[in-house]
């Protein structure tokens, strides 16, 4: 009923950028917090950065100051824009967004993932 569709990973050498998108699609009424995760190789997932419907943004230490989280209300769309990119940024990037389908309360919803990888 609800698919979040991640896009724009791939190859980049370090100091390059990337930007990801996630669009939520479906019979959606709202959607609350939306937010990007990452599991690199061998570790275990690890939160980047969420925005409230509002716009507020939180990020993790390792990533503030390089990457920025940006959404689209009227598209269900959120972003990150990452930049100065390191080979430690390589990662699945996942999306997952709290939303609310018609007719029903809240639930988590997560993307299938996008390979970002950074060559040293």
């Known amino acids: 009923q609800v698919q979040l569709a991640e896009s724009g990973g791939g190859l980049v050498q370090a100091g390059g950028s990337l930007r990801l998108s996630c669009a939520a699609s479906?019979?959606?009424?709202?959607?609350?917090?939306m937010d990007w995760y990452r599991r690199a190789p061998g570790k275990q997932r690890e939160f980047v950065a969420s925005?409230?419907?509002?716009?507020?943004?939180n990020y993790a230490v390792s990533v503030k100051g390089r990457f920025t989280i940006s959404r689209d209300n009227a598209k269900n769309t959120v972003y990150l824009q990452m930049n100065s990119l390191k080979p430690e940024d390589t990662a699945v990037y996942y999306c997952?967004?709290?939303?609310?389908?018609?007719?029903?309360?809240?639930?988590?919803?997560w993307g299938q993932g996008t390979q970002v990888t950074v060559s040293s």
């Open positions: 925005i409230t419907r509002g716009g507020s943004t």
């Open positions: 479906g019979s959606i009424a709202s959607i609350l917090d």
């Open positions: 997952t967004a709290q939303i609310s389908l018609i007719g029903s309360g809240y639930g988590d919803y």
